[in-house]
Every structure is written in structure tokens, then in C-alpha cells.
């Protein structure tokens, strides 16, 4: 195919990418556990690694392997590998990649559940180190000898603090260690986390890639732009004669085969279906953000309002100098400290009360008694987070009627 359009190129990607049996227009979802080899070599050979084949569906399938080539496309990457969610992606990812002894960089304002898996690979005698990915310096101070990745969301949820991907990349590249990034929160075409150094992009498939919350999945794209010979911790098994794939061999091996967090054909086959209508879902939801944000923002009952959209945001040059195509779709406000944050949420109508994000429909929860409850009220004042505060995932209704939601429940109060 020609060169084409954003759009274009995901609603013809699985044709492109693959090649679905029979004629179909999709790849279908292979329900297969295992796979017959009529000669017993070739099943020896893929063991081995000498031929591509899939001998168990724990470790690869027709629909899953189709869904991570279009991953891969989309993100322009040298190879991707999914998984059953997004936080399987990260853990198998992690604790493929790094041992006792390693140190990692990490923003201090991860997820919820990011931040408790890094306190749990603390417990295994990884360093962590949490910083503010705002600032370059803060980085640059934590470096260590033994310091072997940066990790950062790229906007962070729930109060949209923005990593400068672009310096933090040039910073890795320097020293010679990888940049992760969970790039869940802004995929193409808000953000092409490659072109900005990126090394490891880990995220979410459910969210805005499936688009329509019938599908958990999770992937992680190598960009190409590390250099996997200068990784100690490859173990000798995995250096194969592409030293490009030796990351995401081990990924492979280490994470996916060996902890099991396997993406259902199904869920793929939902997921690859979704991805089609990004390029339309996407703007749509950035657009009615930037103008909820801007409502929210001339209310008298709202005291601040989280978006990196807005020209008062603490990161709002860094956003608009990295972002592709608009600011996200997630923001967050603190009510007037006289509103009772379950109240409102009870008297809108339209919204939805709902833990998700990415979704076709507009999602709203109180953010410090859910998603951070377990954090602690001393970790949540370091991560900006208010007792009031309400996370708000903005979806593709006509924007006039997400307003006027928000408008009759604030009034109520």
C-alpha cells in the first residue's frame, strides 16, 4: 500500500500487516491451544527459534501475533509483544529486563497500580528511585553506576503532570540506558513516543487503542532505538543473531511464556477491530476535553482543573511542543472544598461513575477514596492528589450535552 493517511492506514492495517485466511477482511480468532506439526523438526525448529510457528497459545496465536503487528505499526516500532492487560505488560516487562541490584528511575507520579508493582519489585531488591519527571535536574541527580532505565508515563493520571520525553531521551541516550515509557494515556496520533527517544513503549490496550471497554490487553513495542549489546542482563539463551530482537526475545521468554499472562484470541481479535476507528475517536475525545476543560476551568465551583491543554498548566509549553494532535483526553478538577465529591458524582447524569479510561463514553470517579485510596494521604499530597479531587475520562458525545452535565450537577451542589 502507498503511503496514506492516519486513518487510512488502521482500517486497512490488518490487511496490510497480515494476511487473514479464506479472503477475510479480518484476522479471525484463532481458539486453537495447540498446533500440529507434520514433520516433527519443523516443531523442533520453532522451539528453537530457527523458524516462526506457533507450538502453544500460551506463548503466541494467529490473532494475537496479528494485533501486535499492527501495534507495531502504529507505533513505528522494530517489534512488539502483547499481553493479557496492561499491567501484565509492565510486569512481565520489568521483571524480564531487570535484577537485584538494578536501579530504576521512576516518575513520582505514577498509577496507582504502577506505583505498587515498582514498591514490589523494590521488595525484590530493585532500586527505585522516585523523582519528578518534570524536571531534567531531578533525574540527572538520581543516576546511579548501576542505574539501567528511566520510566515515566507521559502525562500522568490523575493530575496530568508532563515528562519532557524529548530531553529525558536525549539524557538516556547520553548515558547509554533505556527510556520506558507508558504511552497509554496519549497513543498516535496525540504522541509517536519514537520519535522523542523513546527505547520501551508499554501501554494499555484496553483503554484507547480497543476504544470501546470490551476487551482487556496490554503491549510493549521496542522502537529499535536501544542498543540491546550493551544490556548485561540478556541472558546467553536469548542473544540471537538479531541483536535488534534481543530485548524482546527475553520479553518473550522471560515475561509472556514464563509468568503466563497470555492476551485471549478473542479479546485480540475485539482489540484489532477497535483500533480502526483511532484516528476518529481520538481528536474527538481531545477536542471535547480541551473545551470541558475550559468550562470547568470559569466555574465558581471548581478550584482547579488539571488539563495540559490549558495555558496555566505547570507543562502546558512542553505538551504543546510534543503533542501530535491535542492534549489528551483526561483531566481532573478539585471541587469547592464544601462539596461533597460522591454527591456530585451521584447528581450527573449523563457521565459515568465508572474506574476506566479511553472509552467511547464520558467517565467520571472520585479520584483520593478509589484509584489512590491505598497510597496513603502523605503519598497523595506528593502526587498533587485532593481529597476532592474527581478524575474525569472524556469521551465523544456532542460536547454541548457533556457541558451541560457537568453544569446541571454543579449547580445542584
Known amino acids: 500500500m502507498t503511503k496514506s493517511g492516519f486513518t487510512t492506514t488502521q482500517v486497512h492495517a490488518d490487511r496490510q500487516y497480515n494476511t487473514p485466511e479464506d479472503g477475510a477482511v479480518h484476522t479471525p480468532s484463532t481458539n486453537s491451544v495447540l ?68 536501579h530504576l528511575i521512576v516518575s513520582q507520579y505514577l498509577f496507582g497500580n504502577t506505583r505498587s508493582l515498582m514498591n514490589t519489585l523494590a521488595d525484590m531488591g530493585i532500586q527505585i528511585s522516585f523523582v519528578d519527571v518534570t524536571s531534567l535536574q531531578d533525574i540527572k541527580e538520581a ?17 496530568t503532570q508532563v515528562a519532557d520525553i524529548q530531553a529525558i531521551g536525549r539524557y538516556c541516550d547520553e548515558r547509554g540506558i533505556m527510556l520506558i515509557v507508558d504511552n497509554t494515556m496519549t497513543p498516535p496520533p496525540v504522541f509517536l513516543a519514537k520519535d522523542a527517544g523513546v527505547s520501551l513503549i ?22 529499535g532505538l536501544y542498543d540491546w549489546q550493551t544490556f548485561e542482563n540478556i541472558k546467553p539463551a536469548y542473544r540471537v543473531a538479531d541483536t535488534a530482537q534481543w530485548g524482546l526475545t527475553q520479553i518473550k521468554k522471560k515475561g509472556l511464556r514464563d509468568l503466563g499472562a497470555t492476551l485471549a484470541p ?32 470559569n466555574h465558581p465551583k471548581v478550584s482547579n482543573v488539571y488539563y495540559p491543554g490549558l495555558a496555566d498548566h505547570p507543562q502546558h509549553f512542553i505538551a504543546r511542543e510534543q503533542m501530535l494532535s491535542g492534549y489528551g483526553a483526561i483531566l481532573s478538577i478539585d471541587l469547592a472544598e464544601d462539596i461533597d465529591p460522591i ?43 485532593s481529597d476532592t479531587m474527581i478524575r474525569i475520562s472524556v469521551g465523544i458525545e456532542d460536547i454541548d450535552d457533556i457541558i451541560a452535565d457537568f453544569s446541571q450537577a454543579l449547580d445542584a451542589m
Open 202 to 223: 508499554v501501554c494499555s490496550l484496553t483503554k484507547y487503542v480497543g476504544g470501546h471497554g470490551n476487551a482487556l490487553g496490554g503491549a510493549v513495542v521496542d522502537t
Open 343 to 385: 454527591a456530585f458524582l451521584n447528581q450527573l447524569q449523563l457521565v459515568i461513575c465508572a474506574t476506566h479510561l479511553g472509552d467511547n463514553r464520558t467517565l467520571a470517579l472520585p479520584v483520593a477514596s478509589t484509584i489512590f485510596f491505598e497510597s496513603g494521604e502523605q503519598e497523595r499530597q506528593k502526587m498533587g492528589i
Open 266 to 297: 478473542e479479546a485480540a481479535h475485539k482489540l484489532a477491530v477497535g483500533m480502526e476507528t483511532m484516528g476518529l475517536r481520538i481528536p474527538r475525545s481531545c477536542d471535547n476535553a480541551k473545551h470541558l476543560a475550559t468550562f470547568l476551568d
Open 35 to 102: 498446533f500440529e506439526y507434520k514433520n516433527a523438526q519443523d516443531i523442533v525448529d520453532v522451539f528453537q527459534g530457527k523458524k516462526a510457528g506457533h507450538v502453544y497459545s500460551r506463548s503466541s496465536s494467529g490473532s494475537v501475533v496479528a494485533l501486535a503487528n499492527q501495534v507495531n505499526a502504529l507505533e513505528q516500532g522494530n517489534g512488539a509483544v502483547c499481553f493479557a492487560t496492561g499491567m501484565a505488560a509492565l510486569s512481565s516487562t520489568f521483571l524480564a529486563l531487570f535484577k537485584h541490584g538494578d
Open 143 to 159: 543516576y546511579q553506576p548501576n542505574t539501567r532505565a528511566v520510566f515515566t508515563e507521559t502525562v500522568a493520571n490523575p493530575v
